[in-house]
């Protein structure tokens, strides 16, 4: 099993340009979260997704966006990218149960906005 | 609003040198506590859920503790490989599995 796969694994954009992250999960998870990774920092919820076709905002949605199409595939998107979006981010997903299930990650995009 | 504080921020040990890292929480009502292992230029990987006050669990020269405030992660004679960012999360009860994690302690152990 890959688990969480991110891709790409590295990006460098220019101020303006747009991209999308790709995060695919094999664990059949109905949750899936974006995280943003600045150093020294821990995670920030950028966007979250409780189910195929469903998303919500986390503590830091402004610049992005994200889709939910398939329930595997959970996709991260900056519209015009602006240096203050250079970080790491970082998909994971989760169980949906009765008891606390928690989060597994893939290994992030690196992305640097110049 | 949901808060985690880890400390200290970074750790040096020597091989062998027993020790803890905090995690501080204030939170609604708590689901669970969670901790995660973090390699340079890796994602985070779980090691322990704590539900309530009292729980323990145990995973090599790793345990972790839960009070209603805090959480502990004693570290027992650890060894090189133990270097690693320690990140501490709580879930809240009825966030959708949301997670809100602590800015993490940087564990430095030399040989």
């Known amino acids: 099993n890959a688990g969480v796969t991110q891709t790409p694994k590295f990006r460098v954009l220019k101020t303006g340009q747009s991209m999308t992250l790709l995060c695919a999960q094999d664990?059949?998870?109905?949750?899936m979260y974006w995280y943003r990774q600045d150093p020294g920092m821990g995670l920030r919820l950028i966007h979250y997704?409780?189910?195929?076709?469903?998303?919500a905002k986390g503590e830091v949605p402004d610049g992005y966006n994200v889709s939910r199409l398939k329930k595997q595939n959970f996709l991260l998107g900056l519209e015009s990218a602006a240096p203050s979006q250079t970080s790491v981010y970082f998909c994971?997903?989760?169980?949906?149960?009765?008891?606390?299930?928690?989060?597994?990650f893939g290994d992030g995009t690196r992305l640097s906005i110049l | 609003e949901d808060q985690v504080t880890q400390s200290p921020e970074a750790l040096r040990l020597q091989e062998g040198e027993s020790s803890s890292l905090n995690c501080s929480y204030t939170?609604?009502?708590?689901?669970?506590l969670f901790w995660y292992r973090q390699d340079p230029g890796k994602g985070p990987e779980f090691l322990f859920t704590?539900?309530?006050a009292g729980e323990e669990k145990e995973k090599e020269r790793l345990k972790a503790t839960l009070t209603k405030k805090e959480s502990f992660l004693h570290i027992t004679a650890p060894k090189p490989e133990d270097s690693a960012t320690y990140l501490c999360?709580?879930?809240?009860?009825?966030?959708?599995?949301?997670?809100?994690f602590g800015d993490g302690t940087t564990l430095t152990v030399k040989p």
């Open positions: 994971a997903s989760s169980y949906l149960g009765p008891s606390n299930q928690p989060q597994h």
């Open positions: 664990m059949n998870h109905e949750y």
């Open positions: 997704s409780v189910g195929e076709g469903t998303t």
């Open positions: 939170v609604s009502g708590l689901r669970g």
């Open positions: 704590l539900y309530s």
């Open positions: 999360a709580v879930q809240a009860i009825g966030d959708a599995g949301k997670s809100t």
